[in-house]
C-alpha cells in the first residue's frame, strides 16, 4: 500500500540542525531509512518541510518508517493512503459495483 507522508519540520529543530551545520547530513539518513518512492521539499503550512510517497505491505511496518522524521526532525506529520493509475484501474469493477447498488 502506498502512502503519501507530508512531514513538516519544527522550526526550532530545522535551524537548529541548519546552524550546526548538519542538516545535509540528517536529511540524507533519514530519507535513506525510509526509502520513499517519491520524495519533495516544499513549505507545508508556512515552514520548512516536504511530501514523500512510502509503500508499505502492513500497518505495522509504518511506525519505522516515520519515526525517523519525528526523532531527527521534530517532524509533524500526516499520512493518506494514495493510488497509481493503475491501481485505480483495478478498483473500476468494485467502484462500478457499489455505484449500482448505492448509486
Do not use: W
Request: hydrophobic share 40%.
Amino acid at each position: 500500500m502506498r502512502v503519501m507522508v507530508t512531514f513538516s519540520i519544527q522550526p526550532e529543530k530545522g535551524d537548529a540542525l541548519i546552524k550546526d551545520g548538519s542538516m545535509g547530513e540528517t536529511m540524507q539518513s533519514i530519507f535513506e531509512e525510509i526509502n520513499p518512492e517519491a520524495l519533495y521539499f516544499t513549505t507545508v503550512e508556512g515552514t520548512r518541510g516536504g511530501y514523500c510517497v512510502i509503500n508499505v505491505d502492513d500497518a505495522s511496518q509504518i511506525p519505522a518508517r516515520t519515526e525517523p522524521l519525528f526523532l531527527g526532525l521534530g517532524a509533524a506529520i500526516q499520512m493518506q493512503p494514495v493510488m497509481t493509475p493503475e491501481d485505480l484501474g483495478r478498483a473500476t469493477e468494485s467502484i462500478q459495483h457499489v455505484a449500482q447498488k448505492y448509486g
